[in-house]
């Protein structure tokens, strides 16, 4: 399976470092913080200097300190001051300002350790072979994407502009769902400036709780979006086929929690959603989910507010059917549909299969209010209420703390949220891998031949802004994930540092012998195993 990529790795990877070095505008936290393979050369390259390993020690001990816990929190901070600070600072202090420490010192000592390494620590990095391994690799990321780049198999639905199909990457086995978009499908409906629009979007979202976009390539007939594939199904399958309508409340809490998550990082983006519905809320293997689907997402230009009237039917807040102006409400409002269905086993404003125009459900969603049944508890209720408050001015979420405030609702009071978002919470119920969550093949509708359009030199201008090929931080998640891919970086990182060390210059094909190097060799590959 590795061979094609290790002989392409090997090419690749001998050309100029400086051809890539200006291509590139850097600064510390894409580098060093963001890609994941620029965080491992960084942390390779502190590992050489003392001062710099002990920083990324204590980084390492507040990630974890923000993780634990809160019943341990007090512990584990005062293990950090002790191993951390001097005798003589520790003395100094009473119990209550190392409490206050244990509290609060995370954001101030990360924000200071980064401060120190972006300053001249990530100058010298710059100028270390750490860094040139790191050039070589993003000169391999940047090459070109084709559908030869993949396997395609069995198609898993379908889309606005072409099926969904499972496929996989042929160089590291990484499985992925591809969203194709027909050419001449776009054309027909004009739907140019939406395709590009939600591929821009995917790939500057980087969150766990949101489907990632790791490539964009084109074929002869189609544009194609490579996404996280989610075997699990989607909510709307879950709620309604797998038993009684709805969920117990310890499983809504945990998807609304999540669903939550996903909104606030679109939303640092400036990104309102507005389709939220179970459909495009789908599960993984391991049973977390990810909010999906984001062609009617848009950027809200800062201190303005958009017009749309756009949206599912039953889901659309009071101001996106009045076509008011708005900004991150609609979203909130979602949710509070969204915590309501998962409970009641049906939506706010229609009940399951009713049949009933789009007209009275609009009006029921403006006028009306919704019915709470017995399996509504109190905080349940409660923030369902909050959430579907007609008046985007009087909803949760709405304010200026936004998601912060969603959270700190009492309907949450059993979520830890940085362990969630670090991904340590784990799941109430996990998909059955054996089971499969979604339509037979037979059963989901062909596309019919779209006739009468041809594709002209301005549509080819189009795709090359849409085509773009490997997404950064996805790409490079994939590489480290990748173990024999993983091993081959620490083993040309750390064959050029021996090389230097002992300053041997000889013919390519020839290796130093020496006990030192046959014991840093060991070293080098138990390092890459751990990794």
Not at 111 to 134: C, E, I, K, T, V
Not at 344 to 360: D, I, L, Q, T
Not at 374 to 386: N, Q
Request: one cysteine or more.
């Amino acid at each position: 399976l590795h061979v094609t990529w290790q002989k392409s790795w090997d090419t690749i990877l001998l050309v100029d470092q400086m051809q890539c070095s200006s291509s590139y505008i850097w600064d510390y936290s894409s580098l060093c913080e963001k890609q994941p393979i620029g965080r491992l050369l960084f942390r390779l390259y502190c590992e050489t200097r003392p001062e710099l390993l002990r920083c990324i020690h204590l980084l390492d001990a507040m990630e974890d300190y923000e993780v634990t816990p809160d019943e341990k929190r007090k512990s584990r901070g005062d293990q950090i001051i002790k191993k951390f600070l001097t005798k003589q600072v520790v003395k100094c202090w009473c119990s209550g300002v190392k409490l206050l420490l244990s509290c609060f010192f995370c954001v101030f000592y990360c924000r200071a350790l980064h401060d120190y390494l972006s300053g001249a620590p990530f100058s010298d990095y710059q100028n270390s072979m750490y860094f040139d391994r790191f050039l070589q690799w993003k000169m391999l990321e940047r090459q070109s994407v084709t559908k030869d780049t993949f396997r395609q198999y069995r198609v898993l639905g379908k889309g606005g502009f072409g099926e969904v199909c499972a496929c996989q990457v042929r160089a590291t086995g990484k499985m992925y769902a591809c969203k194709k978009l027909e050419k001449k499908r776009i054309k027909k409906r004009k739907g140019e400036s939406m395709a590009l629009n939600e591929k821009q979007i995917l790939e500057k979202v980087n969150s766990r709780f949101v489907v990632s976009l790791a490539y964009a390539y084109e074929t002869k007939d189609a544009l194609c979006l490579v996404l996280t594939i989610m075997n699990g199904g989607d909510l709307k399958f879950h709620i309604y086929n797998m038993g009684t309508p709805g969920f117990e409340k310890e499983r809504v809490q945990f998807y609304a929690a999540e669903i939550c998550c996903g909104l606030e990082h679109l939303h640092r983006e400036s990104i309102v959603y507005r389709d939220l519905k179970p459909e495009n809320i789908l599960l993984d293997d391991n049973g977390h989910i990810r909010i999906s689907d984001l062609g009617l997402a848009i950027k809200v230009p800062e201190g303005e507010m958009i017009r749309g009237r756009v949206g599912t039917v039953g889901y659309m807040a009071p101001e996106v059917i009045n076509n008011e102006r708005y900004s991150m409400s609609p979203d909130w409002w979602g949710l509070g549909c969204l915590i309501y269905e998962m409970t009641a086993g049906r939506s706010p404003f229609r009940a399951r299969k009713e049949r009933v125009k789009r007209e009275e459900v609009e009006k029921r969603v403006q006028e009306e209010e919704e019915e709470y049944s017995d399996k509504f508890t109190e905080d349940t209720k409660a923030i369902c209420r909050m959430l579907l408050a007609k008046d985007p001015k009087q909803r949760l979420g709405c304010q200026a703390e936004g998601g912060a405030e969603v959270k700190a609702h009492p309907f949450f009071k059993n979520i830890n949220f940085k362990r969630l978002e670090a991904g340590i919470l784990e799941p109430s119920f996990v998909p059955d891998p054996r089971a499969v969550y979604c339509k037979d093949v037979l059963d989901i509708e062909q596309f019919s031949t779209v006739k009468g359009v041809n594709l002209d030199q301005t549509d080819n201008d189009f795709y090359s802004k849409f085509a773009t090929g490997s997404v950064s931080i996805p790409w490079q998640n994939e590489v480290c994930a990748d173990i024999v891919v993983c091993k081959t970086l620490f083993h040309n990182v750390m064959t050029e540092c021996i090389l230097n060390t002992y300053s041997i210059h000889c013919a390519p094909n020839v290796r130093p012998c020496s006990n030192s190097y046959n014991s840093l060799c060991i070293a080098m590959n138990t390092l890459a195993e751990q990794c």
